[in-house]
């Protein structure tokens, strides 16, 4: 008798423990909204990411609102998830909430974005990092080109954001070293398709119906979506007559890139939550404090990696 | 008579209680002083303004400027503190004053001028958010010793939850609110004009002073909103608390006060506050349904009371039609 309950004590401990370790994790994800494309995909994909590991993810949507995120942030921790995950829609005013979070131990990790608060109060940060965007995009026409002469028109993004900024100061720190390769005209076409594309009209207009104009650089895919669009009204052909470079990776520069319109972009991925979630792994299971910032790569895309194949991939993301 | 048009207040309170009560069922972890705390400390900037909403409402006005301005008065706060080096309490009593007199401009335009609340409200919302802009267009964070100390303050309630200095702050607000609207002449004055407003005059209430009253109110009331918002996220923000005179106005609605004026409580502004809150957590613990189920649930509710308050009018005016015409009435008249 003795020997049987032991037997089942057993059992009993060994179903709790396999049940322990079978446990899940819960982890809050308190988005910004969905303001853009891009911002939908990266939703989509924490959800993947999340399901693939078997973490119940608790999404949490601010609508644009930092008081929503907080709120939801308070939430989670009511709750008692595991971690919790902030794309911040400002950078100031998280320290009370965070600090509320530390004295409940639950790690946070930013997505997307730093804010302006001690480094302490966080996990770590996941993001990508927009000056090696403008380099990886710069790099690609300066080995494309090779020892030709190109003068490259630059349609910026909105003025003043930080994208704007550091996409075009890498893309200059790319292109500094080689002469042959100049910008000659540089405007801002706010991130938007019609925008790029009265701006790219007008370059084209200045520079002699756009004979000489040997590439256009935008800070984003809608802008060269944009641009193309008025290279071919001009008669000329968007990829060969005037190459086109861009960032982002959204699945329309795919079908251009595809057509032969289009000749590279560089990936923002909306996988910012993969990573978080290994970092995530590491630390509950030996406690060690990653790096505070964690870069996403910036993957480099032309013609030959199967554009088709990408943007069917992409398609489905919520882009 | 007085019961019945209660009824919309209990009728929240019931909501609420019920809605608390089958939250708590399918997440034992809801009914936590935790989940309470942060109601109350996650809204008290709503709260705060939404009592003053609730006098605005009860005269039968509306006030639309109260999210500019407390936008506004975040950054100015934030601008104030940070690039002028002014101590926090100087720069919120500025504020204040500042908040107080645009309330009582608006109520003088809309006094003095007949212009309807609604078009001197919205052209008051314009010129806050505006300014708030034009004050500064970035989030100015705020690192002052000062502010850490208040947001340090904090009740550690039994069980984990905190009642934050803010949310104390918005209990006080309501009491003291609800005194001056059941207690004072000024409250008496508001409910008169909310009924009627010549009749109001010729019984002898000063319908000048007192809509312009009801207004400074409304702003002083902003522009300590907009400070508690300030602590809240210790920064100033000029696209912040976008569209909140909405939720505001839709938790006095929902909280039994007639749109139309002359009846309400200032509690059940607070059970209208409460219930948004609950919403938005109940999105939070579920965690997959779209957080803009608050919206569609708040809207259903708002439908829900509007028609409830009709239908109390509608019964208690045919009760007075028939004690009428029976002559119960002919005595008291």
Excluded at chain 1, 267 to 280: D, K, Q, R, S, V
Aim: glycine residues 10%.
């Amino acid at each position: 008798m003795r020997q049987v309950l032991a037997t089942i004590a057993v059992a009993f401990t060994l179903s709790l423990a396999s049940s322990v370790s079978a446990q899940s994790l819960t982890v809050g994800f308190s988005q910004i909204g969905s303001e853009s494309g891009w911002r939908a995909a990266e939703t989509t994909v924490t959800k993947q990411e999340a399901e693939k590991r078997g973490i119940t993810l608790k999404f949490a949507d601010a609508q644009q609102k930092q008081e929503n995120q907080i709120k939801a942030v308070r939430g989670f921790i009511a709750q008692g998830v595991d971690a919790i995950l902030i794309a911040p829609v400002v950078a100031t005013g998280w320290d009370a909430v965070l600090k509320e979070a530390k004295e409940e131990k639950i790690p946070v990790i930013l997505l997307d974005r730093q804010i302006d608060a001690p480094d302490s109060l966080y996990l770590t940060a996941v993001t990508s990092d927009q000056v090696h965007e403008g380099k990886v995009a710069g790099d690609w026409l300066v080995k494309d080109v090779g020892a030709k002469d190109c003068k490259v028109v630059e349609l910026q993004g909105t003025t003043g954001s930080s994208p704007a900024i550091n996409r075009k100061k890498g893309f200059e720190e790319a292109i500094a070293s080689h002469a042959n390769i100049k910008i000659v005209r540089s405007q801002t076409g706010d991130f938007t398709r019609t925008k790029g594309k009265e701006v790219m009209e007008s370059f084209i207009k200045a520079e002699g119906g756009g004979k000489g104009i040997c590439a256009v650089y935008a800070h984003n895919d809608d802008m060269a979506v944009g641009a193309i669009q008025a290279i071919k009204e001009a008669g000329l052909k968007p990829g060969t007559d005037i190459k086109v470079v861009s960032i982002d990776a959204v699945p329309d520069i795919f079908k251009a890139m595809a057509a032969g319109e289009a000749n590279a972009t560089v990936e923002l991925t909306p996988n910012m939550a993969g990573p978080a979630f290994e970092i995530l792994a590491t630390y509950l299971k030996d406690k060690k404090e990653p790096k505070k910032w964690v870069q996403t790569e910036s993957k480099l895309y032309t013609a030959k990696d199967d554009p088709m194949k990408v943007y069917e991939a992409k398609k489905g993301l919520g882009y | 008579m007085k019961n019945a048009r209660n009824l919309p207040f209990l009728a929240t309170l019931i909501v609420f209680l019920v809605a608390y009560g089958l939250c708590t069922l399918q997440f034992p972890n809801m009914f936590s002083t935790r989940v309470i705390a942060n109601l109350l400390s996650d809204n008290a900037f709503l709260g705060i303004v939404a009592v003053g909403m609730t006098f605005v409402i009860l005269s039968g006005g509306i006030d639309l400027s109260v999210g500019s301005v407390i936008a506004f008065t975040s950054v100015f706060v934030a601008v104030l503190v940070g690039s002028f080096g002014l101590h926090p309490l100087t720069a919120f009593v500025l504020a204040l004053v500042l908040s107080t007199l645009f309330g009582a401009g608006m109520g003088l335009m809309i006094r003095y001028l007949s212009i309807p609340p609604f078009v001197v409200t919205l052209a008051g919302m314009f010129l806050a958010r505006g300014a708030a802009y034009l004050v500064s267009t970035q989030s100015v964070p705020i690192t002052h010793p000062f502010f850490e100390t208040i947001q340090g303050l904090y009740l550690r309630l039994p069980g984990g939850g905190r009642l934050t200095a803010m949310a104390m702050l918005m209990l006080v607000v309501f009491a003291v609110g609800a005194l001056v609207a059941s207690r004072t002449r000024f409250g008496a004055n508001v409910y008169a004009l909310g009924g009627n407003e010549q009749s109001a005059a010729l019984m002898g209430v000063p319908v000048g002073r007192t809509i312009i009253g009801i207004y400074a109110l409304s702003g002083f009331l902003s522009g300590l909103s907009g400070i508690a918002y300030t602590i809240y996220t210790s920064s100033g923000y000029s696209l912040a608390t976008v569209g909140i005179e909405l939720d505001a106005i839709a938790a006095v609605v929902i909280g039994g006060t007639l749109l139309t004026g002359g009846t309400g409580l200032v509690a059940g502004t607070l059970v209208g506050i409460l219930i948004q809150g609950l919403i938005q957590t109940y999105i939070v613990f579920d965690g997959t349904l779209s957080s803009w189920w608050t919206k569609i649930v708040i809207g259903i509710l708002l439908f829900a009371f509007i028609a409830l308050q009709r239908a109390i009018i509608w019964y208690s005016n045919r009760r007075l039609a028939d004690g009428a015409s029976r002559g119960e009435l002919r005595g008291a008249a």
